[in-house]
């Protein structure tokens, strides 16, 4: 049985996209919803191909570029006017290109790549599509964190990440509070409670380590 368990998912999945396509048309033509139900159908044969197959790179390239279709398809039909999908098919690319890399994608100059590449990328959605706002500051802020962490993860200095992540976290929450409320200065808050973080394991792990 296990060797038609693909063909019995392909063969499934078009039935029930069909079934689903047909009760959209007889019931709501207004508004096309089969197209959700078909996303998760169709990733059935093909997770379950790649698994048996053991694609892991054909699988991360398909599914990328089927969830990318769904997006840019989702855009077009229901708010064309706003290229709103844009903002994740990037993120969604380093998928395939990060397996297809392997082991390399565990170095430094990737992370470094990847973090540079996809900050420029957002600002440049940010001054061409929505430039009241500068939100490319936040998807800049989570990034930053793929080469912060893989460097100190590698030379296993856990109290300086603790300082420069702190660094990170206190420099976000002024450009945040400078750029969206420069009248009110409230990032001292959370600063005061980021400053714990480096102060803990100054005391309690990096002095006490070296007392002993």
């Known amino acids: 049985m296990k060797k038609y368990d693909v063909g019995f998912a392909v063969a499934g999945s078009i039935m029930s996209i069909l079934f689903f396509m047909i009760v959209n048309y007889v019931t709501s033509t207004e508004y096309l919803w089969f197209i959700y139900p078909s996303l998760a159908l169709l990733l059935w044969p093909i997770g379950l191909y790649c698994a048996k ?5 054909l699988f991360s390239i398909l599914c990328s570029g089927l969830i990318i ?7 077009m039909i229901h708010s064309p006017v706003h290229p709103w999908s844009l903002y994740a098919i ?3 690319l380093w998928w395939p290109i990060l397996i297809i890399l392997g082991k390399r994608a565990k170095t430094m100059s990737i992370a470094w790549v990847g ?3 996809i900050i420029l ?5 940010n001054i061409l599509i929505s430039p009241g706002y500068p939100w490319a500051i936040y998807p800049a802020f989570v990034v930053l964190w793929w080469p912060l962490s893989l460097y100190h ?3 296993k200095t856990f109290f300086t990440f603790s300082v420069h992540a702190s660094l990170l976290i206190i420099l976000f929450f002024i450009t945040v509070n400078a750029v969206s409320s420069p009248n009110t200065i409230w ?3 959370p600063i005061f409670c980021v400053l714990w973080w480096p102060l803990s394991m100054y005391y309690f792990v990096y002095k006490k380590r070296r007392v002993n």
Do not use: G, R, T
């Open 115 to 117: 973090s540079i590449s």
């Open 69 to 75: 279709l769904f997006l840019i398809s989702e855009n």
């Open 121 to 125: 990328y957002y600002l440049i959605l």
């Open 53 to 57: 197959q053991e694609k892991h790179k």
């Open 187 to 189: 990032a001292v808050y």
């Open 153 to 155: 993860a590698l030379k």
């Open 90 to 92: 990037f993120p969604i």
